[in-house]
Nanobody, 119 residues
Framework: QVQLVESGGGLVQPGGSLRLSCAVS????????MDWYRQVPGKQRELVAK???????DYADSVKGRFTISRDNAKRTVYLQMNSLKPEDTAVYLC?????????????WGQGTQVTVSS
């Protein structure tokens, strides 16, 4: 069983920065593709950033150039560095770990951490 615990959210002014962390326990971290999603009430959950087992990254257009995803396999942790934050970045940010084993997709989610961008 994989467990994910996010931290690092909070209240920040527009233009500020936050770094989110997602600590993973319970299974082989290095075998998982890791993602950050965000959720706003009444809207569809949005994929923000992805990092594969090989370190390849991808970002939503809305955050390119401002957010950076990284992973530390030794610490079993994935990070999301968020710079130049905007009010529209306000959301609950959720960590996701996914892998395919023998054609079966396995998905694991954290509880989420609130990010609020406001003056």
């Amino acid at each position: 069983q994989v467990q994910l615990v996010e931290s690092g959210g909070g209240l920040v002014q527009p233009g500020g920065s936050l770094r989110l962390s997602c600590a993973v326990s319970g299974s082989m971290f290095s075998g998982y593709t890791m993602d950050w999603y965000r959720q706003v009430p009444g809207k569809q959950r949005e994929l923000v950033a992805k990092i594969t087992t090989g370190g390849t990254t991808d970002y939503a257009d809305s955050v390119k150039g401002r957010f950076t995803i990284s992973r530390d396999n030794a610490k079993r942790t994935v990070y999301l560095q968020m710079n130049s934050l905007k009010p529209e970045d306000t959301a609950v940010y959720l960590c996701h770990a996914g892998r395919v084993i023998e054609s079966t997709q396995y998905d694991n989610w954290g509880q989420g951490t609130q990010v609020t961008v406001s003056s």
